[in-house]
């Protein structure tokens, strides 16, 4: 967590900047015992090639761009980089800062459900100093995501299946982590600067879509680990206009619980539903915590406190740590949506506006669409439709057709323990003190 956050960095010329000046002066506020012409450097890197937004007329403009859709909804371009997601634009800058900074070899581990490996794996590949290992629960990604990931030739990348689910995934990159090495870390929202990174693309769109100052804007983010939604947190609390955030979930609508009630019950991972949105098909949206320690009032000790009160108690009570106004007030509420209810819309989208979404972002603008009046929606588009072809394709009928290229397939299938990926990485157990 920053130690402090900055206050009113926006400025009136943001809305004419290029994305990677904006995304350098919002960096530079945090990042403050780093050199500013690096800062610099790496954004123009990373956003300079491999983006093409376009406007309302076809047109490639910048990295990020949104589309009018009626009234006053709109839907948030994000996901028009390499890998046809919004983490492309954490990704690439981080590759690149990877690339400056790292002067011996460094280990980067991340656990995905489709999308954070195929950005990682495109952003890192082909790196002398920087080696990649993404571990993926075997089966739980589509064809096309597998493709992106499996399919990347590159001496510096490993591709792990485990026997398991995401959360399982999570746990050992979290365990890999814990050994506190200086030579490990990770391309997941764990890390912090990923998430400073993805907070810029909420101020650049509030500049390009808000005409006047009181008015307002609210931002609907499918989200499932809560970490595309603390990015848009942290970009309220340094914004001089503040901005609401609408948490869409599906099925498994743990976070709609919390944020609604502050009541999260625990769930294990048998329990959570399978669907055709897979970034949402998780236990625990781990990001929470770091809202928790927000709203505790920045107090370390409450907040671990919590965190180890919602491990050994079946359902987790935050209103004994701090009353449900406090929660309220961060701006952040939550809507689950159906399956039913996201396939009427990426097919409303695809027949009556000729868009095709794919399911995340159909939960996204079921939120939008049942918000208040007079407001700006605007709806994060955090994924090519492409991305999910066999999940669309019952929705489109056979008028739906993308051509998924079939390539040799890399990856390795490895039990879901911290000792098999421990190996994949060359990482010798060795005690935290020896470590550090």
């Known amino acids: 967590m920053p130690a402090a956050y900055p206050t009113q960095i926006?400025?009136?010329?943001?809305?004419?900047?290029?994305?990677?000046?904006?995304?350098?002066?919002?960096?530079?506020?945090?990042?403050?015992?780093?050199?500013?012409?690096?800062?610099?450097?790496?954004?123009?890197?990373?956003?300079?090639?491999?983006?093409g937004c376009a406007d309302a007329?076809?047109?490639?403009?910048?990295?990020?761009?949104?589309?009018?859709?009626?009234?006053?909804?709109?839907?948030?371009g994000l996901s028009w980089g390499p890998s046809l997601s919004f983490k492309d634009l954490a990704m690439q800058a981080l590759g690149v800062a990877f690339a400056c900074v790292v002067w011996?070899?460094?280990?980067?581990?991340?656990a995905t459900s489709g999308d954070t490996g195929g950005a990682a794996c495109r952003a890192i590949a082909g790196s002398r100093k920087v080696g990649l290992l993404v571990l993926s629960p075997a089966g739980?990604?589509?064809?096309?995501?597998?493709?992106?990931?499996?399919?990347?030739?590159?001496?510096?990348?490993?591709?792990a299946c485990l026997h398991g689910g995401f959360d399982c995934c999570q746990d050992v990159v979290k365990a890999l982590l814990g050994m506190r090495r200086r030579d490990v870390g990770t391309a997941n929202s764990i890390n912090l600067s990923r998430l400073l990174l993805q907070s810029a693309y909420y101020l650049a769109l509030r500049e390009r879509l808000v005409t006047w100052p009181g008015e307002r804007l609210c931002y609907h983010i499918p989200s499932g680990n809560f970490g595309n939604t603390f990015a848009c947190h942290m970009a309220m609390i340094c914004c001089k206009h503040g901005f609401h955030a609408t948490v869409a979930t599906n099925e498994n609508n743990v976070l709609d619980c919390f944020l609604k009630g502050g009541v999260c019950l625990t769930r294990s991972e048998t329990v959570v539903k399978r669907t055709h949105a897979p970034s949402m098909d998780i236990s625990w949206a781990?990001?929470?915590?770091?809202?928790?320690?927000?709203?505790?009032?920045?107090?370390g000790s409450m907040a671990g406190r919590a965190a180890r009160t919602r491990g050994n108690s079946a359902a987790w009570v935050l209103l004994a740590h701090a009353s449900h106004r406090c929660l309220r007030s961060c701006a952040v509420s939550s809507d689950a949506s159906l399956h039913v209810e996201r396939s009427m819309l990426v097919e409303l989208m695809y027949r009556r506006h000729g868009v095709a979404v794919d399911t995340h972002t159909a939960a996204a603008l079921k939120s939008a669409m049942l918000a208040a009046r007079g407001d700006v929606q605007v709806a994060l588009e955090t994924a090519r439709d492409v991305k999910l072809k066999a999940e669309l394709h019952g929705t489109y009928g056979n008028g739906y057709r993308h051509a998924v290229p079939r390539r040799a397939r890399h990856a390795r299938h490895v039990s879901p323990a911290c000792a098999h990926v421990r190996r994949l990485l060359g990482i010798p157990?060795?005690?935290?003190s020896a470590a550090s």
């Open 10 to 51: 926006e400025a009136p010329a943001w809305r004419f900047m290029a994305y990677s000046e904006l995304a350098f002066r919002v960096l530079r506020r945090f990042a403050r015992g780093t050199s500013r012409t690096l800062l610099r450097a790496v954004c123009r890197t990373a956003y300079r090639r491999g983006f």
């Open 57 to 76: 007329n076809g047109c490639a403009r910048d990295a990020v761009g949104a589309s009018w859709i009626a009234g006053r909804l709109y839907l948030g």
């Open 104 to 110: 011996h070899h460094y280990h980067i581990v991340g």
């Open 140 to 159: 739980g990604v589509s064809a096309f995501q597998a493709e992106q990931m499996y399919g990347t030739i590159a001496g510096n990348v490993v591709n």
């Open 286 to 299: 781990s990001n929470i915590e770091r809202l928790l320690y927000d709203v505790l009032g920045r107090s």
């Open 429 to 432: 157990a060795v005690p935290v």
